[in-house]
């Protein structure tokens, strides 16, 4: 008795998950693709002057979805609470200039990388001999709570790490001198650099690659997102979406 009700057990779970996996788009279909993402860094998403999130995130999370036939939804929250809504199932995807690492690997999966560039130190100019991890030591590092980049931080030897919950007040802080330099990817940087002149990147770092995170049920998900990110290489549409916000 006590085996058939393991097996019986077993094979609940086992049809529970089936079921998890086949039904995400099902769902999506009928509720719409809702999106998650944190509007503090552009190019990949800000928000404009009618407080409407933009981006190139937004407008490729647009061609994705009618690529897939469904309607997009985009949910603008903290970065650092991101990844546990998407546990939670308040939202079916993070776009947000998320860097593919590792360890956000062991909870979430990935679609093929669709932004590949560099990490960067940025400082002001008077300060521009600040060129390495190294010449970091002993300084105070500006970078976003949660992000692959506060991790990049935290491993430089006599840092002092100051974690915002926004990338623009990590900006801002370095603008105003509360910090000595920030760590962020380099389009990200290049923005930052338009609104403040006094700024200046000075070291390049890490290659990274960012992604679209997914659920692991989803993996029905996933296949769509990555179809439709290969159909929109083909098509010349993603080097338009490249050419307009990172150029």
């Known amino acids: 008795m006590k085996t058939t009700r393991t097996t019986l057990a077993l094979g609940l779970c086992l049809l529970v998950a089936h079921a998890g996996a086949q039904g995400c788009m099902a769902t999506i279909q ?10 503090d860094y552009p190019p990949y998403e800000s928000l404009d002057a009618n407080n409407k999130i933009v981006g190139f995130d937004i407008d490729l999370m647009t061609a994705i979805a009618k690529q897939m036939n469904v309607k997009v939804n985009v949910i603008g929250q903290s970065f650092d609470g991101l990844i546990p809504a ?35 130190i940025v400082v002001r100019k008077e300060n521009g001999a600040t060129r390495t991890l190294a010449n970091l030591s002993g300084k105070s590092i ?35 001198r509360q910090a000595d330099a920030m ?6 940087a290049q923005q930052f650099l338009k609104t403040y002149p006094d700024l200046a990147i000075t070291g390049m770092l890490n290659k990274i690659d ?3 995170a997914i659920r692991k049920d989803c993996t029905d998900v996933q296949n769509r997102v990555n179809a439709a990110i290969i159909q929109l290489r083909k098509s010349g549409e993603m080097d338009a ?6 150029k």
């Not at 998407?86 to 200039?97: C, F, H, T, W």
């Not at 979406?241 to 990172?246: D, P, T």
């Open 86 to 120: 998407l546990l939670a199932r308040k939202i079916d995807m993070i776009a947000a200039g998320m860097t593919i690492t590792d360890e956000r690997k062991k909870s979430v999966n990935f679609s093929l990388p669709y932004f590949s560039g560099q990490n960067v």
């Open 210 to 212: 960012t992604g679209l």
């Open 142 to 176: 500006a970078v976003q709570i949660g992000s692959a980049q506060e991790k990049l931080a935290q491993g430089v030897k006599g840092g002092n790490v100051k974690s915002y919950n926004l990338y623009t007040d990590a900006a801002l802080a370095v603008q105003t």
């Open 30 to 39: 009928k509720t719409g693709l809702n999106i998650g993402t944190s509007p």
């Open 183 to 188: 760590i962020v990817a380099r389009p990200v």
């Open 241 to 246: 979406l490249v050419a307009k916000w990172f």
